[in-house]
């Protein structure tokens, strides 16, 4: 009998060791990699065109060091038609001249790494730009050298192809009408501007001349092409990619079987030979599937089924035109974590061991998290507590570490849409345009928020209870803490039913800890299992916060709008 408890509790151990185990195959530094994600348009200007450059970049490399991030993506910075800020891509093998040059670009990825910070680039796997050559031969006859890059259907079938693609529609919604040679339709990936780049059809319609297997020698030619593009920016530094719509490439795939198998067999493959210590992040929004591909991350955040929504954003309709409800980050208290937890924990668990999901503070694509009812730094600081102590990678979009504000009257700009409002300019210090850019405020990228009052890097700095000094604290902690970084297991440990505040545990090794969060205007008290000490306070943004032991449970009471992190 006692055996046998030893033999069960040993298992159970082996499960929980295994589930909290990194991939083998990952990266070395990519455990501890905290990213710092950067628009470039609107970082820093440099030459006082009111556009934000390499050059400006370079100049802020202390300040992103200093809190406490690892490594920087870059969101697209080769030139592009400007479109779709940048993923219009006209030619992936030269740094747009409004940013600088492809030296600049080599000397940013120098100086960061002598500030010890890694460098990961945009990839734009799915698409170019209309302006690019390869597009420009295509549409001009079928058997150029660039022809094959693109597909050209003859006709578009009334029906069939109904299968949903990333970025949205069908693939018969990416029937792009028009009077070139090549015509009468070309598939586009994203915006009209943006023609799809040709890996192949899964299962080819023999009756549809234009769909091309994935092996045929137009899409091998096409994979030859996106490795050259990899190892032109490998081979002068860089430290990976982020990938865009990673899991659009290959045509009519439902359950992406043959997109897993291309980034798997071959692409990754390839990768990871030539480049071991370089990363592969995908934009796919299911890590289940994109860590199968081989990926070593993907996002959990704005997009596909797997997403945030009902944590932080205001005004979402559910899928089936529901009312909106409230996030589960607002002071009202409103909010529930049914949903995100069934969608995260499913996530979570397909990961473990083969790589990471990542919940980032924010991106180029969605409102930020400073908006709408959410805006003092004791509500930012309760939020960032999440995003920094949760498993997995964590990624800082520029600006959420200050309370950089949503613009919701943002023109849309260069293809932006709706999105220029969480694109806007950094906030650095009191001067002119908040230190962005020399340029006539008319000039500037994207208007900044006009309050006189708007936080600054320059006033967070010398506010020592600022969110900026809170994230560097955050961050320092994570760094020392184990149980806190991205290969500690996780749990939720206080009930679904009883969503105010969150509890979940973290744990590696020997080390333990409880993260307590409540983003309610109200003090709350928790009801948990009975633990045979009491934990220390490590952290944390809280007014008051305090666990009690019992004999029947324990029990954990936190002040309104409050972060704590206990260590067992
Ligand atoms: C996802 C990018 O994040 C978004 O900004 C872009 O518009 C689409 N992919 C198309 O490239």
């Excluded at 979009?397 to 950089?404: A, K, N, P, R």
């Amino acid at each position: 009998m006692k055996l046998r408890l030893i033999i069960s509790a040993l298992a159970c151990l082996m499960t929980t060791t295994a589930l909290s185990a990194p991939d083998p195959s990952q990266p070395s530094w990519l455990s501890d990699a905290v990213f710092y994600q950067i628009y470039p348009s609107s970082f820093q200007d440099s030459d006082g065109n009111g556009i934000g450059d390499i050059p400006g970049i370079i100049s802020r490399l202390d300040y992103i060091k200093s809190i406490g991030v690892t490594a920087i993506w870059l969101n697209p910075v080769y030139v592009s038609g400007w479109t779709d800020g940048g993923y219009d891509v006209i030619d992936f093998y030269k740094v747009d001249p409004r940013f600088g040059t492809n030296t600049d670009l080599v000397e940013l990825v120098n100086q960061a790494h002598a500030r010890g910070i890694k460098v990961v680039m945009d990839l734009v796997a799915g698409h170019s730009s209309d302006q690019n050559e390869w597009f420009l031969q295509s549409k001009e006859a079928p058997n150029l050298r660039y022809s094959d890059y693109y597909i050209w259907p003859s006709f578009k079938p009334q029906s069939g192809s109904n299968v949903q693609m990333q970025g949205g529609g069908t693939l018969l919604s990416k029937f792009v009408a028009t009077d070139a040679p090549r015509g009468p339709f070309y598939i586009k990936n994203f915006f009209d501007t943006q023609p799809a780049l040709n890996f192949g059809f899964a299962n080819p319609d023999p009756s549809h001349p234009w769909e091309q297997a994935v092996d045929a020698p137009g899409p091998m030619a096409m994979r030859r092409e996106l490795k050259n593009i990899m190892s032109f920016w490998m081979d002068k530094g860089v430290d990976g990619f982020r990938v865009d719509m990673a899991a659009s490439l290959v045509k009519n795939d439902d359950d992406k079987s043959e997109t897993i198998k291309l980034w798997k067999e071959d692409f990754v493959k390839w990768f990871d030979q030539e480049y071991p210590e370089g990363i592969l992040i995908a934009e796919w929004f299911n890590p289940a599937q994109s860590t199968e591909a081989g990926f070593d991350l993907d996002f959990f955040c704005h997009d596909g089924q797997y997403n945030y929504s009902t944590l932080f954003f205001y005004g979402r309709r559910g899928r089936g035109g529901q009312e909106p409800t409230p996030p589960y980050f607002d002071k009202a208290g409103g909010g529930g974590l049914q949903t995100w937890y069934n969608l995260y924990k499913y996530q979570y668990d397909s990961v473990q061991g083969k790589g990471y999901v990542s919940m980032p503070s924010g991106n180029h694509d969605f409102n930020r998290l400073c908006t709408e009812g959410r805006t003092t730094p004791e509500e930012l600081k309760v939020a960032m507590t999440f995003f920094l102590t949760m498993p997995g990678v964590p990624f800082i979009f520029y600006g959420d570490e200050i309370g950089l504000k949503q613009n919701p009257a943002a023109p849309p700009t260069e293809g932006s849409g709706g999105r220029a409002g969480c694109r806007i300019p950094m906030l650095w210090d009191g001067s002119a345009n908040a230190g962005f850019s020399t340029a006539p405020i008319d000039k500037i990228y994207i208007p900044q928020d006009p309050d006189p009052d708007r936080m600054t890097v320059e006033k967070a700095e010398a506010d020592p209870a600022s969110l900026l000094n809170y994230v560097r604290g955050l961050l320092r902690l994570r760094k020392e803490v184990k149980a806190l970084g991205a290969d500690a297991s996780w749990r939720l440990v206080s009930s679904l039913e009883q969503p105010y505040p969150m509890v979940y545990e973290r744990k590696l090794g020997g080390e333990r800890c409880y993260v307590v969060i409540n983003p309610s205007a109200k003090a709350v008290t928790v009801n948990l299992p009975v633990e045979a000490s009491k934990p220390e306070l490590i952290g944390g943004n809280y007014r008051k916060c305090t666990y009690k032991q019992g004999r029947k449970g324990d029990t954990i009471s936190i002040s309104a709008t409050s972060a704590a992190i206990f260590k067992f």
